[in-house]
């Protein structure tokens, strides 16, 4: 069994999806990072190795009662949006460092999305929930098959 932690794993899956994830000046990477008790998002020029806006749970004006939950995740996706649109970037590529697309990563993403990040892919997902909606109340009543009459020894 190897002596691994959950850092170094995080690290490993984060290492093999930077190979994947590339920002460049057209479409940067919002890179993010939680702790048990802070969030960090901010959005990367790797082409020029810069960090363009970043947010976190530790700033004054965006800290609450505590920065490790859900509504503090959703403060910090907002924040990052507002702050990227106003540097003129409207499209991003989200690097989720690692961790399991659930959660407050999730929160994040989705508040930034909501905060005028990525709109196309916003409006595709409200597509698809709204295609997946229509299916569910769509009742299909499969044809039963009339059972084989079996002949019974006498």
Known sequence: MANTSRAT????????????????SQRPRLAVYRSL??????VVDDELGKTIVSASTTE????????GNLDAARRIGQAIAERALEKGIESVVF????????????ALTDAARAGGLNKNELAAREAEAA????????????????????????
Do not use: F
Not at 60 to 67: F, I, P, Q
Not at 95 to 106: E, P
Not at 131 to 154: F, I, L
């Open 37 to 42: 008790n802070h969030i960090y998002a901010q």
């Open 9 to 24: 794993v995080r690290k490993a899956i984060h290492n093999r999806i930077r190979r994947k994830v590339k920002g460049s």
């Open 95 to 106: 690097d989720r460092g690692g961790y399991l697309y659930h959660g407050r990563i999730k």
């Open 131 to 154: 295609a997946a909606a229509s299916e569910e109340n769509v009742e299909v009543k499969a044809e039963e098959k009339p059972r084989k009459k079996t002949k019974e020894k006498q």
């Open 60 to 67: 004054k004006d965006l800290r609450g009662n505590t920065g």
